[in-house]
């Protein structure tokens, strides 16, 4: 089972933030620690062997806010090993978010040790200017999609490809298409596949190709595309 998602920019790494909500009774005022874009979901699946420690992490963001966009923000991972010394971290720009959408994004930690946890933190973005330009969701599209399974014996494998394209009237000077597969919904792995400059209207194909990937019953794409 799929589902298909606007999504999110890279610059790669990256995984898991809790906010918190709390109600406030009538007239009370929204709370002070009500925050604009919130992290909904987020998961990470270990992967290693003799020389790399690879973390394939992929979260979800929601922006809380059903007439403003969000502007650009920088989310922040970093992985801790048993003892709490950071072992691997990196930054993900994450483009604006419209008002109420939902968006994922994935990558790679290399970690010079075995993680315990990994932590995300941003600070939360301010409001969109009206005037500003971003990619909606309807600037892109996916079709073809496929996902395919083999079991090898020593080891299993898993495929997803399709096709992009540019739907708008601007150039993307890259793309980013975010996999996300879940296990009853929760996120247990991440990847994401980075594309060069995207003219308008133009197609192009993209694949993942995941060894040995966890035990899942989903998975979903999203998408994003960088201006200048």
């Known amino acids: ?14 995984a898991v933030f809790a906010g918190c909500g709390f109600p406030w009774g ?13 992290l909904t979901d987020s998961g990470y699946y270990l992967l290693q062997n003799e020389t790399v420690i690879g973390v394939y992490w992929g979260v979800e963001l929601e922006n809380t806010d059903e007439e403003q ?12 090993d048993e003892s709490g010394a950071a072992v691997g971290s990196g930054e993900v720009t994450v483009e604006s978010l419209e008002a109420g959408e939902l968006r994922g994004c ?7 040790a075995v993680p315990a946890t990994v932590e995300y933190t941003f600070d939360d973005p301010a ?5 500003d330009f971003f990619f909606s969701r309807e600037s892109f599209r996916l079709t073809d999609v496929s996902e395919l399974k083999d079991d090898h014996g020593v080891f299993k494998e898993t495929d ?21 597969l879940k296990k009853e919904e929760q996120i247990v792995f991440g990847n994401a596949y980075i594309g060069m400059s995207l003219d308008a209207g133009q197609k192009v194909s993209f694949g993942f190709t995941i060894f040995d990937p966890p035990e899942y019953d989903s ?10």
Request: hydrophobic share 40%; aromatic share 10%; proline share 4%.
């Open 26 to 38: 009538e007239g009370a005022g929204e709370p002070e620690n009500s925050r604009l874009v919130e």
């Open 1 to 14: 089972m799929k589902k298909i998602f606007f999504g999110v920019s890279l610059l790669l790494i990256a």
């Open 106 to 112: 994935a990558g790679v930690i290399t970690c010079d």
């Open 160 to 180: 997803v490809t399709g096709n992009i394209t540019n739907a708008s009237e601007t150039k993307a000077e890259s793309f980013t298409v975010f996999l996300l």
């Open 127 to 131: 409001p969109l200017g009206e005037s």
């Open 219 to 228: 998975y979903e794409l999203y998408y994003s595309g960088e201006t200048e």
């Open 69 to 80: 966009a969000s502007q650009p923000f920088v989310l922040t991972a970093t992985a801790y």
